[in-house]
């Protein structure tokens, strides 16, 4: 066999490799999908959604979990999204070459790979204790947002990089000021990414389960939330507290939260394409 | 008027980023003082050495090795997943797949990196662990083993994804030469793609590296609490993160000895994951350039 024949053959080789590898990640989670909807589907019932947890695996509910994660999903997006826009504004638009900016765009990517559990220890010291907020929603909620921060920040740049200087030059060109320039032309074009980016940051945020651990997040709640300093729980925590249980029926509960869970997960990431593509069709430059 | 408006907004925007900077000054700021506290109690050289951890127990001991050498081993055995599945991966999304069919996978792969990790502790202990036990019978209920392969395939989009857009970022030019000298698609792959790719390649694992460290969920489900000396990945073992949600589940009282190894234990994973995390901006800085 000549040398370019092998090299052919190696190269089919590695081809049907790769395409193996490719079907790895998808075919485990094809079956990750199949083994929580065949133990936990059955489940799911009214009942389920609306009862309180109970020690009775049968009787157990997520309504207060699901409460929780309102509460959760709601403030986190309220805190973050404004602080996450406006340094993501300053960084692109105000201070772009000085040395401020740049020590804070180092700063950002590092506290993007700072383990999610270190912010738990963050929020239990700075908001539980020291600001007395305990182990309410508002901290959590503060807690998550700093978490996601660094995500929204880091979208909102890239959505007004995209923003044509020629835009900005006709505004500043009608007499704007920056302000103005930034409030009425910038951001409306950049409304899709961020939006996009919000939304993918918060789906992060509800299936984030250690931090609010470490937090003290009860995991058992018997009473639905009503104000931001109440004590709370989320799906996350209700699903790593059945599964850590040695009776049977609870799994079946944590697999049938596991469904609930995924489905929102899976509609935000959902959403944040169907707004992705809808705004790059409509916006082109 | 209007020029106090904007320097008020002004001012405010630079307040927002002022946040990330007093998070990353919080978090050291906390670690820091209740780390130093610890320190007071325990010797340094006995946290650094010592290779029993049992601050829950009588017998206190306070070697941090245990835990280290837990997280040190399932995260290799998710590098050793991910790294070559998903360089594989990325390679033939490149060079050889159709751009539709590229188009297609790589959100569907990216889904993995979406999943919830509490998810992936599920499926490690309930399926991944029984299944391997049918082959491994040794294996025990707890295990590193399978918490690290669930982890390896978590990470899978954070190597072929951050890969691929590195081997996209190579000139074109230099395949087209490849191909001219005669070389099939593998050769040029691995002999001009991947070495000028391989800062960007680089980054991704490491990032993935950091990422694998401070897992928390998976581990904490599948991988169990027995914090252990060892590098069998058949039993059960502890990571630091595992040790920290263990702690914070109990009804350890605040300010006490115990309270605070969660802090010294925090202090650790924070060193490592922050030291990786500059490795890769640095090498990032400093050979992504070239081509540009």
């Known amino acids: ?285 | 008027m209007a020029k106090v408006k904007e320097k008020a907004i002004e001012g405010f925007l630079i307040c927002c980023s002022l946040i990330t900077v007093l998070t990353t000054l919080g978090i050291i700021l906390v670690l820091a003082t209740e780390t130093i506290a610890f320190f007071r109690e325990v010797s340094v050289i006995e946290f650094f050495t010592g290779t029993e951890w049992t601050p829950l127990f009588a017998n206190k001991k306070f070697g941090i090795l245990p835990l280290v050498c837990g997280t040190l081993l399932t995260t290799s055995i998710a590098i050793a997943v991910a790294l070559p599945l998903g360089l594989t991966i990325a390679i033939y999304l490149n060079e050889y797949a159709h751009q539709k069919f590229t188009a297609i996978v790589k959100p569907l792969l990216e889904i993995l990196a979406a999943v919830p990790t509490v998810v992936y502790g599920f499926f490690a202990l309930t399926f991944v662990t029984p299944f391997l036990q049918s082959f491994i019978p040794d294996l025990s209920g707890f295990n590193a083993l399978s918490a690290g392969l669930v982890m390896g395939v978590m990470i899978i989009p954070y190597i072929s994804s951050l890969s691929e857009d590195a081997l996209r970022a190579v000139p074109k030019s230099l395949r087209e030469a490849a191909y001219g000298m005669g070389s099939t698609k593998l050769q040029t792959a691995f002999r001009v793609m991947v070495p000028a790719a391989s800062s960007g390649i680089v980054v991704s694992v490491i990032l993935a590296i950091s990422r694998a460290i401070g897992e928390t969920m998976i581990v904490a489900v599948a991988a169990g609490q027995e914090p252990k000396f060892t590098f069998n990945p058949l039993t059960s073992i502890e990571t630091i993160t595992t040790y920290i949600v263990q702690v914070s589940m109990g009804d350890v009282p605040q300010n006490s000895l115990e309270y605070r190894t969660i802090f010294s234990a925090g202090m650790a994973l924070f060193i490592f994951t922050f030291l990786l995390n500059n490795i890769s901006f640095f090498i990032k800085k400093k050979f992504q350039q070239r081509y540009e």
Do not use: H
């Open chain 1, 1 to 285: 066999m000549s040398r370019s024949q092998i090299n052919k053959i190696k190269n089919l080789a590695f081809k049907f490799f790769a395409i193996g590898c490719t079907s790895v990640g998808l075919i485990v989670l094809l079956v990750l999908l199949y083994v929580v909807i065949s133990q936990g589907f059955s489940r799911i019932d009214s009942d389920f959604i609306t009862n309180l947890p109970s020690r009775m695996a049968s009787k157990s509910g997520i309504y207060t979990a699901l409460l929780g994660m309102v509460w959760i999903l709601i403030l986190t997006v309220c805190i973050s999204f404004p602080v996450g826009v406006g340094a993501g504004i300053y960084l692109e638009e105000y201070g772009k070459k000085n040395r401020f900016a740049n020590f804070i765009e180092v700063n950002i990517s590092n506290l993007a790979g700072v383990p999610s559990i270190i912010y738990g220890i963050l929020g239990l010291e700075l908001f539980g204790r020291f600001l007395g907020f305990g182990n309410s929603i508002l901290t959590g909620s503060l807690t998550l947002s700093l978490l996601i921060l660094p995500l929204i920040i880091v979208s909102t740049r890239e959505a007004i990089k995209a923003v044509p200087k020629s835009l900005r030059e006709a505004s500043y060109g009608l007499g704007a000021t920056k302000w103005q320039t930034v409030w009425n032309v910038v951001l409306p074009s950049a409304f899709g990414g961020i939006m996009t980016g919000l939304i993918l940051a918060v789906s992060r945020a509800i299936g984030e389960t250690a931090p609010l651990i470490v937090i003290g997040a009860l995991v058992y709640v018997p009473f639905a939330p009503t104000s931001p300093l109440d004590e709370f729980t989320v799906l996350p925590i209700q699903i790593f507290n059945w599964v850590t249980r040695p009776q049977a029926g609870f799994v079946t509960n944590a697999a049938a939260a596991i469904i609930i869970l995924l489905t929102f997960t899976f509609m935000m990431n959902g959403i944040a394409v169907i707004i992705r593509n809808r705004f790059n069709k409509k916006t082109k430059f």
